[in-house]
C-alpha cells in the first residue's frame, strides 16, 4: 500500500506541474492578446484624437490625481482580460497593471506631444502665408502696418511650445516678411526697388561676386550692411537677395540667370532686364 500511494502522490505531482505549465503557457497566450487590444486601442485613440492631440493621453490610459487614478481606455481593456486569466496566474497579472501603465503611458505622451507640435507648426505657417500675403500686397512705405505685422507674428511664435521650433520659426520670420516686403517694393516701384536691392555692400565695395563666407548680412546692425537702403530689408540673407527677380546682373551667379520663376533675365551692357509674367518690360542700370 506504501508503494502504492507513493506513485499515486507521484501522479499528482506530474499533473500539479503538468497544469501549471499549461497555465503558464494560456497566461502568455491570453497577456500577447491583451497587448494586441492595447496596440489597436492605442492606434484608434491616435487618429479619433483632435488635431492639437488634447486629451490623447488621458483618453487611453486615464488621469491621476492626488493619487487617485480616473480611468481610461487601458483599464476597460485590461479588467475586461482578467478573468480570462488562469487562476494560478492572475495574481501574478494584476500585478503587472501599473508597470503596463506606466510603460504605455509615456508612449502615449509622446504622441501627443509630437501630435501638438505639428498642430502648432501647421497652424503657424497658415498664419505666416496669410501675414506674407498681407505684407507683399500692403503700401512698402507704411511702415507702421508692417511692423504691426511684423511683431504680431513675432507674438504668435513666443506662445509656441517647442524652443527649438519657436527659434526657428523666429528666424523664417524675420527672413520672410523681409522678402515679403521687397516683393511689395518691386511691385510699387521696380526700378527704385532694384537700385536699392542692389546697394553694394561696403566689404564688397572692391567689387567681385559676394561668397557664402562673405555673405552679407543686410542688418542696419551690421557694418557690412547695405550702405543705403530700408532697415526693414535688414534680415534679408545674400541668397535671399539672390534669388529677388530684380537683382542686379553683376551680383547673379550664373546659375541663378533665367531660373526664376517671376521674371527670366536677359543681360545687356549696363543693364538688367525683367521681363515679368504680365508682359511688363522693365530696364533699370545695374
Known amino acids: 500500500m506504501q508503494g502504492f500511494g507513493d506513485e499515486l502522490a507521484a501522479v499528482a505531482e506530474r499533473f500539479r506541474q503538468q497544469k501549471q505549465q499549461q497555465d503558464a503557457f494560456d497566461a502568455e497566450v491570453i497577456g500577447r492578446e491583451l497587448n494586441g487590444q492595447i496596440a489597436q486601442a492605442e492606434k484608434e485613440a491616435i487618429q479619433n484624437a483632435p488635431a492639437d492631440g488634447r ?3 488621458d483618453a487611453m490610459y486615464g488621469q491621476a490625481r492626488n493619487g487617485v487614478v480616473k480611468p481610461g481606455l487601458f483599464d476597460k481593456v485590461f479588467d475586461s482580460t482578467v478573468p480570462k486569466m488562469p487562476e494560478s496566474e492572475r495574481a501574478r497579472f494584476i500585478r503587472q497593471k501599473e508597470a503596463m501603465r506606466l510603460a504605455g503611458s509615456a508612449r502615449m505622451a509622446t504622441q501627443q506631444y509630437a501630435r501638438r507640435q505639428d498642430y502648432e507648426q501647421a497652424e503657424w505657417s497658415k498664419a505666416q502665408a496669410t501675414e506674407l500675403n498681407a505684407i ?6 507704411d511702415t507702421a502696418t508692417f511692423e504691426a505685422i511684423r511683431q504680431g507674428g513675432f507674438d504668435f511664435i513666443a506662445k509656441m511650445g517647442n524652443p527649438v521650433a ?15 516686403l521687397a516683393q511689395a517694393m518691386l511691385a510699387k516701384d521696380p526700378k527704385r526697388a532694384a537700385e536699392m536691392l542692389g546697394a553694394a ?12 563666407a562673405e555673405g552679407t548680412d543686410l542688418s542696419a546692425k551690421n557694418p557690412n550692411g ?6 526693414r530689408l535688414a534680415d534679408l540673407t545674400p541668397d535671399d537677395r539672390v534669388a529677388l ?11 541663378d540667370v533665367g531660373t526664376g520663376d517671376l521674371a527670366r533675365f536677359f543681360l545687356l551692357p549696363g543693364l538688367l532686364r525683367c521681363r515679368w509674367p504680365a508682359g511688363i518690360l522693365m530696364a533699370s542700370s545695374c
Open 136 to 141: 507683399a500686397q500692403s503700401d512698402p512705405d
Open 201 to 212: 555692400p561696403a566689404a564688397q565695395a572692391g567689387g567681385g561676386e559676394p561668397t557664402g
Open 245 to 255: 527677380p530684380c537683382w542686379p546682373a553683376s551680383r547673379r551667379r550664373k546659375t
Open 226 to 231: 547695405p550702405a543705403s537702403g530700408d532697415d
Open 55 to 57: 486629451g490623447l493621453h
Open 166 to 180: 519657436r527659434q526657428l520659426a523666429e528666424t523664417g520670420w524675420r527672413s520672410n516678411t523681409a522678402k515679403a
